[in-house]
């Protein structure tokens, strides 16, 4: 069974740029989070998505957004880059069960210059 | 607010030897306490979960919520435990995905 994919791997970025970055859940998920993991601030929970609905934010900006597509897939997107957006962005999947385990994919490394 | 603390940035053990993470958390409630684990070139990984009271790998965790604490322990360690290990908290009304982690130990296990 395939886990869950993230794409880019790698994506390198202007200041004032924006950025978006993929995320495919393992099939039959049909949750979705984001987390932002940046140097020394370890992982920080951002959007979770289910059923195509954003459920909770963490404590970010509105230029951290994104969506959930109806084959759950999801996008995360940063306007307006700044320099400390640069972070390791990790993506994670759930089944739509109550008290089931989340996913975790390899992650998109996001490298604002 | 809740908060999770690992007051430990990086443990090195001798294999063999015991090995504790400690993990200490603030939280108004009754919250669902993990430990998740990266390996070296690996994606996070769920270890082992408060609510299942298992051992994983020779790893158990308990749940003292007098002292607020769940702390991660082995007996014996072995090289292959070297890993980035992450106390994690999610309330109990949320998803087990929404996560407020702490700023992980790394445990270094050398022969």
């Known amino acids: 069974e395939a886990g869950v994919t993230q794409s880019p791997t790698h994506l390198i970025k202007t200041r004032g740029q924006q950025a978006t970055l993929r995320c495919s859940p393992i099939s039959g998920h049909t949750s979705v989070y984001w987390y932002q993991q940046a140097l020394g601030l370890g992982l920080q929970f951002l959007l979770w998505y289910d059923e195509g609905e954003e459920r909770n934010r963490g404590n970010f900006p509105p230029r951290f957004s994104g969506r959930q597509f109806p084959n759950y897939s999801s996008e995360l997107n940063v306007n307006a880059l700044e320099l400390e957006d640069s972070a390791l962005y990790l993506c994670?999947?759930?089944?739509?069960?109550?008290?089931?385990?989340?996913?975790f994919g390899q992650g998109t490394r996001l490298t604002v210059v | 607010a809740q908060r999770v603390t690992q007051p430990e940035k990086l443990l090195s053990v001798f294999k063999g030897a015991p090995v504790e993470l400690k993990c200490n958390y603030s939280y108004s409630g009754s919250p669902e306490l993990f430990w998740y684990v990266q390996y070296s070139r690996q994606r996070l990984q769920l270890l082992l979960r408060?609510?299942s009271r298992e051992s994983i790998k020779g790893f158990t965790a308990d749940l003292n919520k007098g002292e607020t604490s769940f702390h991660l322990k082995k007996p014996f360690a072995q090289e292959e435990d070297s890993a980035m290990y992450y106390c994690a908290l999610s309330s109990a009304t949320d998803s087990w995905g929404k996560l407020q982690f702490g700023a992980g130990t790394q445990v270094v296990v050398t022969p």
């Open positions: 994670a999947s759930s089944s739509p069960d109550r008290n089931t385990e989340a996913f």
């Open positions: 408060h609510i």
